[in-house]
């Protein structure tokens, strides 16, 4: 069996050029998969009965009274629409109750400690093709329900520590990350898609205990520079 996963690991490192799903592919993907979420919140969360056991919903004021949308975006149904508008820094105002925020196509160059403060509800974010090369620790501090993270095609050197433990899905390839800290993914146990091909990763770049306690259903690191598996790196399948 371990031999197997070796050569399985091996031929992800040399595999040829990985022709990923397009962003607009991902992003509807996201968009239906989020739906599909809603509906199944909305069933568990349906009451009938004479005396429902459950109050009723409240809007939040003012957003739900008076919506806001960052300059330049288009703003409908939580989703927040942003990309290609040459933004150089996230966008101030998004909306509370937002689940999707797309951002990408833009240069942006940092994440900082508060763009993403107070967006307890989102679920997905996309910043594809950007010019980012910092991510603060604390970017993902409230965005607890984190499921997609995006990062494709910009110059991190590195992933972001302190990752939501609710992320499923992170696609970072094309960047120029070198390293994978130990505990990067530390109890993220819910991490099923991780795509990081086209990076300069080596095999000392991958620090002892790096993939501890992940179970991945599909990982992909090809087009990097790793020469064999490293010893106690592999994360569970």
């Known amino acids: 069996m371990k031999e197997y996963v070796l050569l ?21 993907m996201m968009l239906k998969d989020m739906e599909d979420t809603d509906d199944d919140d909305d ?18 004021f003012p957003f739900d009274l008076f919506p806001m949308c960052p300059f330049g975006c288009q703003c ?8 290609d508008l040459g933004l150089t820094s996230v966008p101030t105002n998004i909306p ?26 989102l679920y997905g974010l996309i910043l594809n093709n950007n010019k980012l090369t910092k991510i603060h620790p604390k970017a993902f501090l409230t965005t607890k329900k984190l499921r997609r993270l995006y990062l494709s095609h910009n110059q991190l050197s590195e992933i972001p520590l302190n990752l939501p433990k609710s992320l499923a899905e992170l696609r970072i390839h094309e960047n120029k990350v070198k390293k994978i ?9 819910a991490l099923h898609v991780l795509e990081m091909s086209a990076n300069p990763l080596d ?22 520079k790793l020469t064999s598996v490293p010893k106690d790196n592999l994360p569970s399948f």
């Open 8 to 28: 399985l690991f091996l031929g992800l490192c040399s595999a040829k050029p990985f022709f990923s799903p397009s962003h607009t592919a991902l992003k509807n």
């Open 43 to 60: 069933e568990e969360e349906e009451d009938n009965s004479l005396f429902p056991t459950r109050e009723p919903r409240i809007p939040f």
């Open 203 to 224: 095999n000392n770049g991958i620090e002892p205990g790096a993939f501890e306690g992940v179970t991945v259903f599909h990982i992909r690191i090809a087009e990097a």
């Open 96 to 121: 509370f109750d937002t689940r999707m925020v797309d951002l990408q196509n833009n240069k942006i160059k940092e994440i900082k400690e508060n763009d993403f403060k107070g967006l307890t509800s």
């Open 76 to 83: 409908y149904s939580r989703v927040v629409h942003c990309s």
């Open 181 to 189: 800290q130990k505990d990067t993914f530390k109890g993220m146990n």
